[in-house]
């Protein structure tokens, strides 16, 4: 079993809709969470830390399960600027804190 | 503050020749990688380092090497490059902790022909 899995999609959605993605991770003693937005041959860049308590930053929620290893992001009210991969990052504890990524949910917005 | 550069942005590479692309952060971050994303696949990892002068391997190591001589700079390596090589390669830093933040330059589209 992967790491860190997210399904490819991808999710194809009109504007102003809300979508939903989901990341399952196997290491139980994960400690950070993370999703990062990828354009489309771009770096990734940080799109938000997931708390435990789950985040708001504006449009986009993040939301974590301890119990189930999963965590998620919602994306209220989609623009077209939002198409992108969305790719979910989990850091271990202890040791070397090395990240493992998904590999990324594609999302696209249309008119 | 230019953040994460990396040097050269493209190149093409005949099977066999060697090269060395060069990453660079002015952050003063400990932790430098180098990934590799291919379609389909994700980023992997092939090399790491957590500080001057150290180095580990990551996912995918072979075929490379790395040397972090200087804590901004990290460079990756191709002894003999082969087709299977062709990628988009990322270099990123952070602070190292487990929260910190990974920032990323803005990729080297290799093609090995």
């Known amino acids: 079993r992967k790491e860190v899995e997210q399904d490819p999609g991808p999710f194809n959605v009109p504007e102003g809709a809300t979508v939903a993605f989901n990341c399952t991770y196997s290491?139980?003693?994960?400690?950070?969470f993370f999703w990062y937005r990828q354009d489309c041959r771009k770096e990734p860049k940080l799109l938000m830390s997931v708390y435990s308590s789950g985040n708001e930053d504006g449009r986009f929620t993040a939301q974590l399960n301890r119990a189930s290893q999963y965590i998620s992001l919602l994306i209220r009210d989609s623009k077209l600027s939002d198409s992108a991969t969305y790719l979910c990052?989990?850091?271990?504890?202890?040791?070397?804190?090395?990240?493992?990524f998904g590999r990324g949910t594609s999302l696209i917005v249309h008119p | 503050n230019a953040g994460v550069t990396q040097t050269p942005k493209f190149r093409v590479l005949k099977t066999g020749q060697s090269m060395t692309l060069l990453c660079a952060q002015d952050m003063n971050h400990e932790y430098m990688y180098w990934y590799r994303q291919d379609p389909g696949m994700g980023l992997r990892l092939i090399h790491y380092?957590?500080?001057?002068?150290?180095?580990a391997k990551g996912e995918v190591p072979d075929g490379y090497n790395v040397s972090r001589l200087k804590k901004q700079n990290f460079l990756l390596g191709l002894e003999s490059a082969a087709p299977s090589q062709t990628s988009v390669y990322f270099c990123?830093?952070?602070?190292?902790?487990?929260?910190?933040?990974?920032?990323f330059g803005p990729g080297t589209r290799l093609t090995v022909l």
């Open positions: 290491n139980s003693a994960s400690q950070s």
């Open positions: 990052v989990v850091s271990p504890s202890g040791g070397s804190y090395i990240p493992t």
């Open positions: 380092s957590v500080g001057e002068g150290t180095t």
């Open positions: 990123a830093s952070s602070g190292g902790l487990a929260y910190n933040e990974q920032f």
